[in-house]
């Protein structure tokens, strides 16, 4: 049997780290997440998922010398033109460095739609793994998860924005699913699939 490859989780969000934990465990890595060598929180400068994904993704192996998983996501509102998208960590943020609460971010979110009548909404997640910070051929996979925001928070599970948002084809909120069920639904869940199946596709592994 091959030991174990060591691969550095490059996120400081303890919701993600878990839920990636959950989804990555079949493949049978050793996880490291990037705290664990004190990696200081890669800059997310850029307007898309992909952007800020491969470049957590690269500063994460380019400090530890591992290959390293990224993940940038959030919740994209249509009727907001996208927002809060690439600045849902930071949604209700009052200057550039704050980093508000998930309660005052969902805050945030609400009153944003309070004079909406178009509540529609999408959790996407981007992966992005690096065999290395100069990887030519980064793994790139994406997931989408369609559904509504509530008009009032609504469970206690997940993280973020897990209490107002009501996948399509569930009656409850994201908040209040188990945490495998929101694992085998959810974007992160659908983008760690593919991310599952490039994996098993290519010739060049980590
Ligand atoms: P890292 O960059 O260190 O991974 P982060 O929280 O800054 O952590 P992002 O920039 O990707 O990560 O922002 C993602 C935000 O989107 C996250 O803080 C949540 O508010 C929201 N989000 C993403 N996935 C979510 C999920 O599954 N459920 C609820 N909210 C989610």
Same mark, same amino acid.
Request: charged share 20%; proline share 6%; net charge neutral.
């Given at each position: 049997?091959? &030991?174990?490859?060591?691969?550095?989780? $490059?996120?400081?969000? /303890?919701?993600?780290?878990? +839920?990636?934990?959950?989804?990555?465990?079949?493949?049978?890595? @050793?996880? @490291?997440?990037?705290?664990?060598?004190?990696?200081?929180? *890669?800059? +997310?400068?850029?307007?898309? !998922?992909?952007?800020?994904?491969?470049?957590?993704?690269?500063?994460?192996? %380019?400090?530890?010398?591992?290959? $390293?998983? #990224?993940?940038?996501?959030?919740?994209?509102? &249509?009727?907001?033109?996208? #927002? &809060?998208?690439?600045?849902? *960590?930071?949604?209700? #943020?009052?200057?550039?460095?704050?980093?508000?609460?998930? /309660?005052?971010?969902?805050?945030?979110?609400?009153?944003?739609?309070?004079? %909406?009548?178009? @509540?529609?909404?999408? !959790?996407?997640?981007?992966?992005?793994?690096?065999?290395?910070?100069?990887?030519?051929?980064?793994?790139?996979?994406?997931?989408?998860?369609?559904?509504?925001?509530?008009?009032?928070?609504?469970?206690?599970?997940? !993280?973020?924005?897990?209490?107002? !948002? %009501?996948?399509?084809?569930?009656?409850?909120?994201?908040?209040?699913?188990?945490?495998?069920?929101?694992?085998?639904?959810?974007? @992160?869940?659908?983008?760690?699939?593919?991310?599952?199946?490039?994996? *098993?596709?290519? &010739?060049?592994?980590?």
């Amino acid at each position: 049997m091959s &030991p174990a490859r060591d691969l550095v989780l $490059a996120s400081g969000n /303890a919701g993600k780290l878990r +839920e990636l934990e959950a989804l990555l465990a079949p493949l049978g890595y @050793r996880m @490291r997440s990037q705290v664990e060598f004190a990696v200081s929180e *890669a800059a +997310e400068p850029h307007e898309t !998922f992909v952007e800020n994904a491969l470049a957590k993704a690269r500063w994460a192996a %380019q400090h530890t010398g591992l290959p $390293a998983l #990224a993940d940038d996501s959030g919740i994209v509102v &249509p009727s907001l033109g996208g #927002a &809060p998208g690439v600045r849902s *960590a930071r949604y209700a #943020a009052a200057s550039r460095n704050a980093r508000p609460s998930d /309660a005052e971010n969902n805050a945030m979110l609400l009153e944003s739609l309070a004079c %909406q009548a178009d @509540r529609r909404a999408m !959790f996407v997640c981007v992966l992005a793994l690096v065999r290395s910070a100069g990887d030519p051929l980064p793994l790139i996979a994406q997931g989408v998860w369609a559904g509504q925001v509530l008009a009032a928070p609504q469970g206690t599970g997940g !993280f973020g924005y897990d209490p107002l !948002f %009501q996948p399509d084809g569930v009656s409850c909120s994201a908040a209040e699913l188990s945490a495998q069920d929101k694992n085998r639904m959810s974007h @992160r869940g659908l983008a760690m699939q593919a991310l599952r199946e490039q994996l *098993a596709a290519t &010739p060049w592994t980590l």
